[in-house]
């Protein structure tokens, strides 16, 4: 099963265009990719790639890519398409291929996605991948797309909306602390005074708010959110004809 992802972002769409096309920008919002780098090619031939990921300060995964893109379609949408490979034997992803679809509405630009890959280590892996790594990426590619969109509409540098991120997380994390460690205890109690009994009594709801609070209240607005992507298409959509033109990179 593919992955998609959609997002609608009230920015330009030539901006839109630059902060995704060029790896330099690209390799800023994107947390799937530490860098990404165009190498040389010849005028008229896809543009082909590197990239690698570090998924442990020791541990960095690479491969290569091919893309083209189409900036000027009759219905004023621009598309870009590519495969990618990794032969790292720690990757889990062996090969894959996906696009990205720029689609111009009325406030902004509705930007999509759609790539599907095949697992390496056989019958484990997809396994592996089923249950843990492919809802990560998703989960990943739909974080990135909030971040990206916080940096064109309000400025926020995708740099910036990580630490606002790990910020956030760390302030619920505390709170759910506090709820699960205080709440209940006699120490707590005791700063009810005399009315410590029906403290005692609310504990179980209190403690069910701050969980709530904790794990559903919506991010703040300076806070990058996968869920405030779609997951799924809306209508049918289907990978444009480019990516057939792509051959898979050596």
Known sequence: ????????????????WARTQDP???QR????FTEIAYLPRVEGEPQRFSYSTRLLPFLTVSGTGVAAGEKERPDGSRTSALRFSSPHPLSLIAEGSGYWRYVPEAHGVRFLTGYDYRPRWGALGALGDRALFRPLMGWATAWSFDRLRLWLERGITPERAL????AELAVRALVLGLCLSALGTDPFLRLFGPFADTAAFLCPLLLVVGISLVLFKEPLACTPAARRCLRTPVTRTRAPRLLR??????
């Open 163 to 166: 630490l606002n991120w790990l």
């Open 29 to 32: 919002w994107d947390l799937r």
């Open 24 to 26: 330099a920008r690209h």
């Open 1 to 16: 099963m593919g992955l998609y992802i959609e997002t609608h972002i009230r920015a330009d769409l030539d901006e839109l």
């Open 245 to 250: 033109t792509l051959e898979k990179p050596s």
